[in-house]
Structures are given as C-alpha cells and as structure tokens.
C-alpha cells in the first residue's frame, strides 16, 4: 500500500522558513516526479514545485528563489525548503506521486 505523509507546517512570521518532509511508503520515491501543490483559502489548487524521477526541479514562479526542494533516497523523502515567506504563501501543502496524495499539511504565515 503506497502511502505520503507530510508534516512540518507551522506558524510563522513573515521572512521566515520552514522545511516540509513528504515521506512515502511502499514505494521508491525515486521510481517517479513528487509534485507539492497547494490550497489557498477559497483559491484553487496550484503547483508549487516538483522533482523529477531524473532529479530535475521545476518551481512555479511565485515561489521561484525562494523555495527549494529535494529527496532522500535512503529516508524515502522529498522535502520542500521555504524560507522568506509571505502571507500569500498560506496554505496546505500537499505532495503528490502519481494518483497518490497526502493528507497536508498547513502553513500560516502571518505576523
């Protein structure tokens, strides 16, 4: 059974970073891309960022510069590394491999 966890949502002022963790099980996380999206209060999901089976990272362009993300084979994680965050940057972060998903996590940023 595959299945992702996220954790490491907080509240946090604004100019600070947080570091979220997806941890897959049943599966390799490097058998496919993880994708994190979001969900805005009363917005539409959006793309965040993603890290390809290959390893290639792709950010959406809000967050451009500011976020980074990155996996760990050995733990079975991708992690998505926020800093000089904003109030818009509030949310629950999902992470998604294939038709799986997590249950998300949330972000406050707010002074």
């Known amino acids: 059974q595959v299945e992702l966890v996220e954790s490491g949502g907080d509240l946090v002022q604004p100019g600070g970073s947080l570091e979220l963790s997806c941890r897959l099980s049943g599966r390799s996380v490097s058998q496919n891309a993880v994708i994190w999206y979001r969900r805005a209060p009363k917005k539409p999901r959006e793309f965040v960022a993603t890290?390809?089976?290959?390893?290639?990272?792709y950010f959406a362009d809000s967050v451009k510069g500011r976020f980074g993300i990155s996996r760990d084979n050995f733990t079975n994680t991708v992690s998505l590394q926020m800093s000089s965050l904003k109030p818009e940057d509030t949310a629950i972060y999902y992470c998604?491999?294939?038709?799986?998903w997590g249950q998300g996590t949330q972000v406050n940023v707010t002074a």
């Open positions: 998604n491999h294939e038709q799986f």
């Open positions: 890290i390809t089976r290959s390893g290639q990272t």
